[in-house]
């Protein structure tokens, strides 16, 4: 009996965006980036994120799969950007775009309407179409989704705004990742986490600060997050979607909900930055 072992020489997470909906200017849209032995697998894509990507040294047209946690447009806003460039840098594969109920319909809209002029005028100068349309998977249960060689996919949902939004769980070797979006996690979500080696989790304020916004109830904080992360265990966990530094103005608040976090989690706790990279191979 042969035995294959996919031993993986290279894992890397790179923050590309840590920022929300506001156009903080020291700060990009959410987007994150795991590269699995030169295979770019890409979590959200809000404004930047193609830019951002870039200076990590990777082009549009190297990132294989996206993976959208829900369709608010600060997570979605750079999508026609990355897929038009990937075309015109001639992508060798498909894009392949992983997303909740609504993907299909938003991508179908985003790429050809309103693009029509320019997808015919680069067509008459012999641009080939076959590359340009992704492929659209969507993800409609909290399951195991996808099976690569490499790694394997797991989805659940999160409570957020009244739209369905999804957190991922990348398992790759022995090592497992998990990727939220924006919102609240049920009590399931410790058990989703369990043992993972980074948790990449959005903290939009403290919980006195999120009770005065009529969003508030729609995002997660410094309390709830420690306690998600001491009962799954997790070793690091990294805070993004800052919403509060961006109506506060205050570059130091994420300091201050990361001791809050810490307080009350005894692993390590890492403010993100745009290009924060954390190698785990
Ligand atoms: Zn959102």
Redesign the pocket.
């Known amino acids: 009996m042969r035995i294959r072992l996919n031993i993986i020489m290279k894992l890397q997470f790179v923050m590309l965006g840590s920022g929300a909906v506001r156009d903080n200017p020291h700060r990009g849209g959410p987007s994150q980036i795991l590269n699995i032995d030169n295979e770019i697998l890409m979590f959200d894509c809000g404004r930047s994120a193609s830019t951002n990507l870039a200076r990590t040294g990777i082009g549009c047209e190297a990132v294989d799969r996206l993976f959208l946690t ?1 369709l ?1 447009f ?2 979605i806003v750079d999508v026609p950007y990355l897929v038009f460039v990937g075309w015109i840098k001639k992508r060798k594969n498909r894009l392949q775009i992983y997303g909740p109920n609504g993907t299909k319909d938003f991508v179908t809209k985003i790429i050809r309407p309103p693009f029509q002029q320019d997808i015919e005028s680069r067509l008459k100068h012999g641009k080939d179409i076959t590359l340009l349309d992704p492929v659209v998977y969507e993800v409609h249960q909290a399951s195991q989704f996808l099976l690569a060689n490499r790694y394997q996919i797991s989805s659940t949902f999160i409570d ?2 009244g ?1 369905p ?1 999804l957190a991922y769980r990348i398992n790759v070797g022995n090592k497992r990742i998990v990727i939220t ?3 609240i996690p049920d009590e399931k979500f410790p058990e989703f986490c369990h043992g993972a080696d980074l948790l990449s989790i959005e903290c939009s304020g403290t919980s006195e600060f999120l009770d005065q916004q009529a969003w508030g109830s ?1 995002h997660i904080g410094p309390a709830d997050i420690a306690q998600i992360a001491s009962e799954a265990g997790i070793k690091i966990v990294i805070i993004k979607h800052l919403v509060i530094e961006d109506i506060t103005g205050d570059r130091t608040i994420g300091n201050s909900m990361a001791k809050q976090i810490q307080s009350h989690y005894s692993g390590e706790v890492i403010v993100a930055e745009d290009g924060l990279t954390i190698n785990l191979s």
């Open positions: 829900h608010h600060d997570h957020h705004a739209i939004t979006g924006d919102g729609w």
